[in-house]
């Protein structure tokens, strides 16, 4: 059975960092699979923060990151990683990661339960 569980979530002033962590355990990473971040602020739709594709080796950002947000994984330890940079408030979500072979978008992802991220002004 896949786990994933989130951590490192907590509260940040506006300008700082975090690093989100997943630990991934019954899953095998290969090839063809995807690793991915999500979030959703409180009334909003869930949004896909970025994804790391294996079988093409494309890493993609949702534009309102890109150049503070990095994904990484260490599959020795299988761990995926979000580092989060000069943050913003309007990054305040919870933040979910999930793996699989679609980017969190099909049904045979597996997702954590998320953890909560909140910046302050």
């Known amino acids: 059975e896949v786990h994933l569980v989130e951590s490192g979530g907590g509260l940040v002033q506006a300008g700082g960092s975090l690093t989100l962590s997943c630990a991934v355990s019954?899953?095998?990473?290969?090839?063809?699979?995807?690793i991915a971040w999500f979030r959703q602020a409180p009334e909003k739709e869930r949004e896909a923060v970025g994804c790391i594709s294996r079988r093409d080796g494309s890493t993609t950002y949702v534009d309102s990151v890109k150049n503070r947000f990095r994904i990484s994984s260490d599959n020795a330890k299988n761990m995926v990683y979000l580092q989060m940079n000069n943050l913003k408030v309007e990054d305040t979500a919870v933040y979910f990661c999930?793996?699989?072979?679609?980017?969190?978008?099909?049904?045979?992802?597996?997702w954590g339960q998320g953890t909560q991220v909140t910046v302050s002004s």
């Open positions: 019954g899953f095998t990473f290969d090839d063809g699979s995807t």
């Open positions: 999930t793996v699989g072979l679609t980017c969190g978008m099909g049904p045979d992802d597996y």
